[in-house]
């Protein structure tokens, strides 16, 4: 997406906290947000799931705080952001209620480089990238948050999507597949016909 997009390549990863009342299992219906805050959209990731504590950590001990691997749907209200070189209300189009989908499985000892993900819409395949074209590395990911903060057993990183997110409608079923690490799927809003 960065080289389509002409953005500069990240040398460190841009991230940022999806509250705990974000966290939304597979199955559940993806709530739709109580206040109008515009477009919904699907986003498709690798999520690392850490197993043991890490600060100040390099790759090494990085990958072996990695316990394993799920699917992550990052939804977003994808107006928030106002001016996309600022990303002004990152809490606020990420952090609503059932916003952090992630599951249904922690798979441990995969070879992420060899992964793809694709998520469909309604069983139409709207991405699918490789994960051997993330610019930062799972083990990489993981080492640089640690110098700025302590990891701790249970947290979830998610490593960004790439293109073809797009908008949701209410009743869209919502599919991340990554084959050899799971499929996690939710309908947003209610259950329906969403086109």
């Not at 790759?59 to 749907?73: D, L, R």
């Not at 309604?122 to 640690?146: C, F, H, T, W």
Request: hydrophobic share 35%; charged share 15%; proline share 8%.
């Amino acid at each position: 997406a960065a080289h389509k997009f002409g953005w500069a390549v990240p040398t460190s990863p841009l991230y940022f906290a999806k509250l705990p009342n974000s966290y939304h299992p597979h199955a559940a219906p993806i709530p739709e947000p109580g206040t109008d805050i515009g477009r919904i959209a699907y986003e498709g990731e690798l999520g690392i799931v850490i197993g043991r504590t890490i600060h100040h950590g390099d790759p090494k001990s990085a990958e072996q705080a990695i316990f394993g691997y799920t699917c992550v749907n990052d939804v977003t209200a994808i107006e928030q952001f106002g001016d996309p070189a600022v990303f002004s209300h990152w809490t606020r189009a990420k952090s609503q209620d059932g916003f952090g989908v992630f599951g249904p499985y922690i798979t441990t000892d995969v070879p992420t480089s060899e992964l793809v993900v694709r998520t469909l819409v309604n069983g139409r395949e709207r991405q699918n990238y490789p994960l051997s074209d993330m610019i930062l590395k799972p083990a990489e990911i993981v080492s640089m948050i640690s110098k700025d903060m302590t990891l701790m057993p249970g947290d979830l990183i998610a490593c960004g999507t790439s293109l073809g997110v797009l908008p949701m409608k209410p009743g869209n079923e919502i599919s991340v597949v990554i084959d050899g690490v799971g499929t996690l799927t939710n309908h947003y809003g209610h259950k329906g016909d969403g086109a």
